[in-house]
Structures are given as structure tokens and as C-alpha cells.
């Protein structure tokens, strides 16, 4: 018989928790040309991504901070592919929240979310198979103009990799998370981490062929399935997706949306909030010394004379790195008008709105918008 999780305990309007310090133990910079990457970012997302929703746009590029993200994570790397991939970084953001919202409708039933899942994916799919586009909330001509850039850029084989990746994480992967969440597949913390990371849902698996396609080079399968290679790739893949889900949790479970560590901690193993939020930060921090210890490893090996094998594993930790200080910064996470002073751990108070961290400053736009909740 399947096992069913009770609900989500949720949070209380003003929830404190002591937030725990987790360790940095990997590097990430800025590109030098990050204010004109960002420039040329913008002006994609109000033209080809958005082009009929300025308000949406603006929503967008606040939230998301993706160029910045990108350019953390890629910061000595060609500024024009870069900039690639913060155009569909923020692509990926609006499809992961088109399906999110489809998945929570608070007002359908489990079997109606899923159809409206599957409907959604379904018309991704026959666009990308060159079928007519369906209406979407961004410009289907947004898809074609990356997919025609990273043509140029691409060898044919990397080309291939890239758009098969593109559309099985974007089509395949998403809709298989939204059928176990929905199917209450996910029952406990290893099946979780095991659909975020082997399978793919948080897109580790799709960044991994980004970042060949950003570094330009195209890595031997054989030495992708290594084994000291597949158990660094684990390591590295669950360090990119824990940060957020410590950050992420309160946005997502105030909307009714439990698909993170911490939730499933309080589900599936009855813990206080503050637990889990210990308990993933240890977690954190271990996947960081297994990555370290395991890279060591790899470059006394004969896996180091690998052509481009060790700068793609020192980029995934530029990446891991860049994802763990981006996830203290993103409004998406954290609210509208939010700002981030550098404060790492203390006492952090949570409402339906916002995370105010000690001693953030708000802006006057979020600090109308938590009035206007007060009221």
C-alpha cells in the first residue's frame, strides 16, 4: 500500500527560527562584462521573451536575478554564451512556475492538475517538434532565437546534446515530477532528493550539458559514467538544489507548493521547522567536503589528463557556489523590494510575503506591500 504524507504543518503569519550557518567552500566572481551581459539581458526578456507584458518582464528580471546568478556561476567564461544562458536561465524560471502553478491549483483536484499538466507539456512538445505554437504567456519566437544561437556556437554533436537536453528536462523530466508529486510518490527525504537530483527535476542534470556547451567542450560518456566522476556529480548535484530549498521553502510553502527538503522533513519524519532547517544544513555542508574530498581524488588520477574533464568539475563548484549566494539574494525567494546586506545566519522572521533576515533593509515597495498585508 502507498504511503501518504499528512499535510504540510505550513508556517504561522510570523514565524521566527534561528537560521543556521551553513559553510562556503567553494569560489564564484562576477564576468567582467556583467552590466553589459545584463544590459543585453534585459532588453531579450522585454523584446523576444515578454514582448506583450511589460509588467511581467520588469516582474521577471526583479525576482529572478538571473544574469546575476549566470554570470557568478560563468564568471571567466565567453561573455556570448554567458549571456545565452541568462536568457534561458529566466526561460526556465517562467516554465518551472507555469507548471508549479498548474500543479497547486488550489481550486482542482489532483486528477484535473495533472491533465492541465500534461496539456501544458504537451504543447511544449509539438512546438519544439516544429508543430504550431500554442498560447503561452511568452513569445514561442524567444525558444527559436536560443535554440538558433546555440546552433552557431555548437559543434553538430553538441547541438544535438543540448536540444535533447532542452527538451527532455523541459517536456519529460518536469511532467515525471508532477506525476509522482501528484501521485504522492515522493514519500520520504531519499525520494526526494532522489527525483531532484538522478532525476533531473531541478535541473542539475541540464546544466550539467549547459556548462560543457558554455565551456566548449563535449566530455566522453564513458568518462561521465566513471565512477568517481558519477559519485563527484552527485555530490555537486545536491549541493545545488539544497541551498535553494533552505531558501526557497518559505515562498513555496506559503503557496501551497511542498516540494522541498524542509517541507518533506516536516511531512515524511515529524520534525520542527527548526530542525529541518539544521538538518539540511548539515546536509549542505557534507555534500560540500564529499565534493571536495572526491575532486582531490580525481585530479590524482588519470581521469586529470581527461581533456576538459577537471575545469567542467571546477565549474559545477563555481555554479554550487554562485547558486548558494544567489539563493540569499533572489526576491523570488525572499519577496518583493527584498535586499540582501551579506547577512548569513541569526534569527530570521517569515510571513506569507517575505523573509526578513536581521538587519536587511526593505524598500519603500516592500514596505508598502507589508503594510498593505498588517491591514
Given amino acids: 500500500m502507498l504511503k501518504t504524507l499528512p499535510d504540510c504543518p505550513g508556517l504561522e503569519p510570523n514565524t521566527l527560527v ?5 559553510a562556503q567552500r567553494f569560489s564564484c566572481g562576477l564576468h567582467p562584462d556583467y552590466y553589459q551581459i545584463l544590459r543585453s539581458h534585459e532588453e531579450w526578456v522585454r523584446r523576444q521573451l515578454l514582448p506583450n507584458d511589460e509588467n511581467l518582464a520588469n516582474k521577471v528580471l526583479k525576482d529572478n536575478l538571473s544574469a546575476l546568478f549566470v554570470c557568478m556561476s560563468y564568471y571567466d567564461l565567453d561573455a556570448e554564451k554567458v549571456l545565452d544562458i541568462c536568457d534561458l536561465t529566466d526561460w526556465l524560471f517562467i516554465h518551472d512556475n507555469d507548471v508549479a502553478v498548474l500543479r497547486t491549483d488550489p481550486n482542482s483536484s489532483d486528477g484535473t492538475r495533472q491533465a492541465s499538466v500534461k496539456k501544458y507539456l504537451q504543447d511544449l512538445q509539438t512546438m519544439l517538434a516544429g508543430g504550431v505554437p500554442p498560447e503561452m504567456p511568452w513569445a514561442m519566437e524567444s525558444i527559436y532565437d536560443l535554440i538558433s544561437r546555440f546552433r552557431a556556437k555548437s559543434t553538430p554533436a553538441m547541438f544535438k546534446r543540448l536540444v535533447e537536453a532542452f527538451r527532455y528536462y523541459s517536456t519529460v523530466t518536469i511532467g515525471t515530477e508532477a506525476s509522482e508529486l501528484l501521485e504522492q510518490k515522493v514519500t520520504d527525504l531519499e525520494s526526494y532528493m532522489e527525483l531532484r537530483s538522478v532525476g533531473g527535476s531541478s535541473a ?9 556547451y558554455v565551456l566548449g567542450v563535449d566530455l566522453p560518456p564513458e568518462v561521465l559514467s566513471n565512477e568517481l566522476v558519477d559519485r563527484y556529480w552527485r555530490s555537486v548535484m545536491d549541493h545545488w538544489y539544497l541551498p535553494n530549498d533552505l531558501l526557497s521553502f518559505r515562498a ?12 518533506v522533513l516536516r511531512r515524511a519524519e515529524g520534525l520542527s521547522l527548526q530542525e529541518a532547517l539544521d538538518k539540511v544544513a548539515e546536509m549542505i555542508d557534507l555534500c560540500q ?14 581521469l ?10 571546477e ?8 547558486n548558494q549566494r544567489w539563493s540569499y539574494m533572489a526576491p523570488r525567494y525572499h519577496g518583493d523590494g527584498f535586499v540582501w546586506n551579506g547577512v548569513l545566519t541569526g534569527d530570521v522572521r517569515l510571513t506569507p510575503s517575505h ?21
Fill in 289 to 302: 567536503d564529499d565534493a571536495v574530498r572526491l575532486f582531490a581524488e580525481i585530479q590524482n588520477s588519470a
Fill in 355 to 375: 523573509t526578513f533576515f536581521p538587519d536587511v533593509p526593505l524598500s519603500a515597495e516592500s514596505v508598502t506591500s507589508t503594510r498593505s498585508l498588517q491591514a
Fill in 18 to 22: 534561528q537560521f543556521p550557518r551553513i
Fill in 315 to 322: 565549474t559545477f563548484q563555481h555554479i554550487g557556489a554562485a
Fill in 304 to 313: 586529470a589528463e581527461v581533456p576538459g574533464l577537471l575545469r567542467t568539475l
Fill in 252 to 263: 513555496e510553502c506559503a503557496r501551497g507548493d511542498h516540494n522541498n527538503a524542509i517541507c
Fill in 204 to 212: 542539475t542534470l541540464f546544466f550539467h550539458v549547459v556548462t560543457e
